[in-house]
């Protein structure tokens, strides 16, 4: 049974870092892609980074400078490094996981089956 976990979530203000983390179990982040999407209320879920199995990563425009998506393969733990964080960084993030490389490529949510529970972040000026 595939589970993932995020962590780290929390408050922050504008300008500040956080770092999630999603732990994974009964899926091998080695072999497939796993990313982080977000959700903000009354917004459509957003793809914010991805990380395919032989480590190619793709960002939404909004966070490319800013955020950098890794993963540990012994612990099998992804991760997101988040810096200058601004307030319309803030909404729910999730960890996700799926075994297409189209939509890892394209962070279409719709072509992930595999979702954690989400961590909140909120960013305050």
């Known amino acids: 049974q595939v589970q993932l976990v995020e962590s780290g979530g929390g408050s922050v203000q504008a300008g500040g870092s956080l770092r999630l983390s999603c732990a994974a179990s009964g899926y091998t982040t080695s072999r497939y892609c796993i990313g982080w999407f977000r959700q903000a209320p009354g917004k459509e879920r957003e793809g914010v980074a991805t990380?395919?199995?032989?480590?190619?990563?793709s960002y939404t425009d909004s966070v490319k400078g800013r955020f950098t998506i890794t993963k540990d393969n012994a612990k099998n733990t992804l991760y997101l490094q988040m810096n200058s964080l601004k307030p319309e960084d803030s909404a729910m993030y999730y960890c996700?996981?799926?075994?297409?490389?189209?939509?890892?490529?394209?962070?279409?949510?719709?072509?992930?089956?595999?979702w954690g529970q989400g961590t909140q972040v909120t960013v305050y000026s």
């Open positions: 996700a996981a799926t075994d297409s490389s189209y939509y890892c490529a394209v962070k279409g949510y719709r072509g992930f089956g595999y």
């Open positions: 990380i395919d199995s032989d480590g190619s990563t």
